[in-house]
């Protein structure tokens, strides 16, 4: 088990590769943290490219057969209210707390293939800003029928898509079928199964053409002024505006040769 991480020509590829279905253990939760720290911070990568390796399962998950240690209900409490530090054991809850909290100004293209549930679902949601799905495609949060809720809060899902979508994905636990993902606008676009990888690096070839300072800014607006008020939004996002003219301002013009 294991996720590939490469970079080239501005993109980095991330693939999650567990077989059968690619589901996340408390080591993958914790080397994913890495791999997204490192993509956020370097400057030679602009945009990401996120899929599932075969073409079962983007990520069914967490791994339910992951061993868990025998703790009282006071270690469990101290766990959960305690910062994570790097030597921490591999245990659920983990390093999946880091990620979903992660601060991203970078834009991730997801190439969303099979089975999307659970953890895989919350991490797509949090994690790809634009989505292409493949017609075998499958979303949901099926926690609802074991007993655990919550999903929905970790996620903020009605920011995302329409209340009575969100109502219906989080508490009949079924499933949404690539066309329904569509139409509850949960992704942007299906492809045949064969195609979507292409079509996930078309969009990125695309972003990554862009000036990353002008994709950061637009990010970076995006993201914090939906937490403002209208007057502070627009103060925000003028500011962020301004500096980044000027810092386009102060770089120096392409070369024949660098343009090419």
């Not at 990568?45 to 079962?56: L, N």
């Not at 089975?115 to 493949?134: E, P, V």
Request: proline share 5%; net charge negative; with cysteine.
């Amino acid at each position: 088990m294991t996720l590939h991480y490469t970079k080239e020509n501005k993109i980095a590829r991330i693939v999650l590769d567990n077989p059968p279905v690619n589901v996340f253990t408390p080591a993958l939760h914790k080397e994913f943290l890495e791999i997204l720290r490192d993509f956020v911070a370097d400057d030679s990568v602009h945009v990401a490219v996120w899929s599932g390796a075969g073409d079962r399962a983007f990520c069914a998950g967490d791994d339910i057969k992951t061993e868990r240690p025998e703790r009282t209900a006071a270690e469990m409490v101290q766990r959960e209210m305690s910062v994570r530090r790097e030597d921490d054991s591999l245990e659920y809850p983990g390093w999946e707390v880091e990620v979903q909290g992660l601060t991203r100004f970078k834009p991730i293209v997801g190439a969303i293939n099979g089975y999307c549930l659970g953890q895989g679902f919350i991490y797509m949601m949090l994690l790809t800003d634009i989505r292409i799905a493949s017609t075998n495609a499958q979303f949901g949060l099926p926690e609802i029928k074991y007993g655990m809720g919550g999903a929905g809060g970790v996620i903020r899902l009605a920011r995302h898509i329409p209340h009575t979508s969100a109502m219906w994905m989080l508490l009949t636990g079924e499933m949404f079928g690539a066309e329904e993902a569509l139409h509850h606008h949960v992704v942007n676009e299906i492809a045949a199964p064969d195609e979507i990888d292409a079509r996930a690096m078309e969009l990125a070839e695309l972003i990554a053409s862009h000036p990353p300072l002008a994709v950061r800014t637009e990010m970076e607006a995006y993201q914090r002024a939906g937490e403002m008020s209208r007057q502070d939004a627009l103060a925000f996002a003028s500011r962020l505006y301004r500096l980044q003219r000027l810092a386009m301002d102060q770089t120096p013009p392409l070369t024949g040769k660098e343009q090419d």
